[in-house]
């Protein structure tokens, strides 16, 4: 697999339902970010977690990192209808600021 | 909140002309990046920028690609004769120190025809 790919490619749930995405990395990594794009818009950041680091929290979402398994996951909870997006992870590596993207994650949630 | 800010937000050309894409980086922001995303599939790296010059480009950031900040305020993208492939969505991004996020534009629609 490809620096960066998420799961499932594509998700669709209720409103108020949980959404769980996962990312998946090859090699080492200083930070793992979360990126959200609207449909034609740019990238928006939602939480950067560094590698020393195992959860954070950011109001409706939690990341998690397992360096051993190189991955991470976030989870959107109470979702609503303007969380409809691609959810994108994006890795840097120490002394490299530089980010690879993964695949992506089409999440749809629906009203 | 201070922005990265883009323009055009879509730029249609004919294939073999110049193209400029223009960035407003965060005013402090020290790093400065273009990536381009093709319809449909991942964002890629293009170029990275800090202290006045290229400090990593990507097998995409060929000749025909160069980048400036001719006035300490834009951050420029020129591609010198454009091709059908050329089509994406273009990202700036800027950063202030590498354990902060990158900051994105809302991109430039590039459509060559």
């Known amino acids: 697999s490809q620096q960066g790919e998420e799961d499932p490619q594509a998700l669709s749930i209720q409103e108020g339902e949980n959404a769980t995405m996962n990312c998946s990395y090859k090699?080492?990594?200083?930070?793992l970010q979360w990126y959200r794009q609207n449909s034609g818009r740019g990238l928006v950041h939602l939480i950067l977690?560094?590698?020393?680091?195992r959860e954070k929290h950011s109001g409706r979402l939690r990341v998690t990192l397992d360096t051993s398994k190189k991955s991470s996951s976030l989870l959107i909870t109470a979702s609503r209808a303007a969380d409809t997006a691609s959810y994108f992870c994006?890795?840097?590596?120490?002394?490299?600021?530089?980010?690879?993207f993964g695949t992506g994650t089409r999440l749809t949630i629906i009203p | 909140e201070p922005e990265v800010t883009q323009t055009p937000s879509h730029q249609v050309t004919q294939m073999g002309q110049e193209v400029i894409l223009r960035c407003v980086p965060i005013?402090?922001?020290?790093?400065f990046y273009w990536y381009r995303q093709i319809l449909g599939q991942k964002v890629e790296f293009l170029v990275s920028?800090?202290?006045?010059?290229?400090?990593?480009k990507s097998e995409i950031f060929d000749d025909q690609f160069s980048v400036e900040r001719p006035d300490g305020s834009n951050f420029t993208l020129k591609i010198r004769s454009t091709k059908l492939e050329d089509s994406a969505m273009y990202f700036c991004?800027?950063?202030?120190?590498?354990?902060?996020?990158?900051?994105f534009g809302d991109g430039t629609r590039l459509s060559i025809l």
């Open positions: 994006a890795t840097d590596s120490f002394g490299n600021e530089k980010l690879t």
């Open positions: 090699t080492s990594i200083n930070n």
């Open positions: 977690i560094r590698s020393n680091e």
């Open positions: 005013s402090n922001h020290l790093y």
């Open positions: 920028f800090y202290n006045n010059e290229i400090s990593e």
């Open positions: 991004a800027s950063l202030w120190d590498s354990s902060q996020p990158q900051h």
